[in-house]
């Protein structure tokens, strides 16, 4: 006599693994994501077996280099892009000309930018600082004219509207040569080189980011 025999089908029990972290220092002209329908090159395109159901944290436009998080934890965007509780990106970005203080006092206490619609936006008050040109930056892979004249700006945020500190720039007359994301709070680049990976343990990554699991 055929009947139910107690089993439950072995895929009941598959065990996906332990969620995994990764830090990745995003290139010039990489996309942040897996799959595009436009030619380019991709998160894929990178030199690591990346594991099923890996995905950016946020992203970085195109242009931009720099701090990405990626992981296989489906919860961890809305914890940081999401959620009530502010947390600090910090941005390395260069712009053409010299800026004056009146420029840096403007970044500092809000302009108002296009966004995604065609409205307008205020953007909040945010940290600017002037700061020496880095000398331990990885080379640009863009190849400017030595006369140029540039500043660099270490910008603090709490927010990231598309393309958000591109148009905080162009707002005061300045065009972002770079833009470089260093940390989100105390999770940082460090002393990775485009297209380079680490992994990081869960506790060290929430721990960093400020996240409350």
Same mark, same amino acid.
């Given at each position: ?178 833009? $470089? %994301?260093?940390?989100? @709070? *105390?999770?940082?680049?460090?002393? !990775? +080189?485009?297209?380079? $990976? %680490?992994?990081?343990? @869960? *506790?060290?990554?929430?721990?960093? !980011? +400020?996240?409350?699991?």
């Amino acid at each position: 006599m055929s009947g139910y025999s107690g089993k439950l089908p072995y895929l009941v029990f598959m065990n996906p693994g332990p969620l995994r972290y990764f830090i990745v220092n995003k290139p010039y002209g990489m996309e942040s994501q897996f799959i595009s329908p436009y030619p380019g090159d991709l998160l894929g395109d990178l030199a690591f077996d990346f594991p099923e159901g890996t995905h950016a944290i946020g992203r970085l436009d195109k242009h931009s280099e720099g701090l990405l998080l990626l992981t296989t934890n489906k919860k961890v965007t809305a914890l940081l892009f999401q959620s009530e509780v502010p947390h600090k990106r910090t941005y390395l970005v260069q712009v053409r000309h010299k800026m004056d203080a009146e420029a840096l006092h403007q970044l500092r206490t809000g302009v108002t930018i296009r966004i995604k619609g065609g409205g307008e936006y205020t953007t909040p008050p945010c940290e600017v600082q002037i700061v020496e040109p880095p000398g331990d930056i990885f080379p640009s892979p863009r190849n400017f004219p030595a006369y140029i004249t540039s500043t660099w700006l270490l910008i603090t945020l709490t927010e990231g509207r598309y393309r958000q500190v591109r148009k905080m720039v162009a707002a005061v007359r300045h065009r972002c040569m770079r833009l $470089i %994301r260093v940390s989100i @709070e *105390d999770l940082s680049l460090g002393d !990775l +080189k485009p297209g380079e $990976i %680490r992994e990081a343990a @869960e *506790d060290v990554f929430f721990e960093q !980011l +400020k996240l409350e699991k």
